[in-house]
């Protein structure tokens, strides 16, 4: 177990020897988002094969960046292999599906992964497209509303352990003996915690409360847009939600 400053430090001690001459030209949180693009480069050259199978289809459920959450039944979108995945997709892309074909769009923390102007628009639209009249979109992703509360608590250690959750080792007054059940490091300060929340080693693009996830909504496509809770949808197939997510989620919805 190493804290969240040392992790970052002992990642970049162990570069091999291509990676420390790359990092003399580029950083190398650089190098890491150009791997990122041309793995999804080569998932969309692929897309063709992948797409096929759902012209026709209609009362499509769809979970978008399923991960290992993948559904029976269901087409489990994600552009990385893992179980239960059954449609290999970059959701950045046009989705593979005809218009008004979809019944319900469930994603759950994946949201927060693409560019808030270059890249959410178009996803929304898309998700747009394909709902049927009355479908609906709901999307989960960390609250920063909350954490930004909790950080700005009295105590706030206290609040944001709960609200991660952090795993708790003892019982002390700082973070450092409080482990995140992701990542598995420990933070030094809360403003530690907050950046691994809202950035996550660059992976996050943007932090979102519900004021701002329901104004990009229906500035994209959908009228109805509503503020929901832990497994409360207006889709009862979409209340699927993690119970390890729920402390620090955000769910919102837009129906069609």
């Not at 005809?98 to 994603?107: A, E, H, L, P, T």
């Not at 930004?148 to 608590?153: C, F, I, M, P, T």
Request: glycine share 8%; hydrophobic share 40%; with cysteine.
């Amino acid at each position: 177990m190493a804290d969240f400053y040392q992790t970052g430090i002992d990642k970049v001690a162990r570069r091999g020897g291509l990676l420390r001459l790359l990092v003399r030209i580029f950083p190398q949180h650089l190098i890491t988002q150009i791997k990122f693009e041309l793995h999804m480069l080569a998932v969309r050259l692929r897309r063709f094969s992948q797409g096929r199978g759902f012209a026709g289809r209609t009362d499509i459920m769809l979970n978008i960046g399923a991960g290992d959450c993948g559904l029976d039944g269901w087409v489990n979108m994600d552009a990385f292999k893992c179980t239960g995945v059954n449609c290999l997709w970059d959701p950045r892309d046009k989705l593979p599906f005809d218009d008004n074909s979809v019944k319900g769009i469930f994603s759950e923390h994946f949201f927060e992964h693409i560019h808030y102007t270059e890249e959410a628009p178009g996803f929304l639209r898309e998700c747009y497209r394909v709902l049927q009249p009355g479908g609906v979109l709901r999307i989960i992703v960390p609250d920063a509303g909350r954490y930004l509360n909790a950080y700005a608590s009295a105590d706030a250690w206290a609040e944001l352990t709960e609200l991660r959750p952090l795993e708790r080792q003892n019982q002390t007054q700082d973070g450092t003996d409080r482990v995140d059940p992701y990542f598995g490091w420990t933070y030094n300060t809360p403003m530690e915690l907050m950046n691994a929340v809202f950035r996550q080693s660059q992976e996050h693009k943007f932090a979102y409360d519900a004021e701002t996830l329901m104004f990009v909504m229906q500035k994209n496509g959908f009228a109805t847009v509503k503020q929901q809770t832990y497994q409360q949808s207006e889709l009862p197939e979409l209340a699927i939600d993690q119970a390890s997510r729920k402390t620090e989620s955000l769910y919102v919805e837009g129906i069609k």
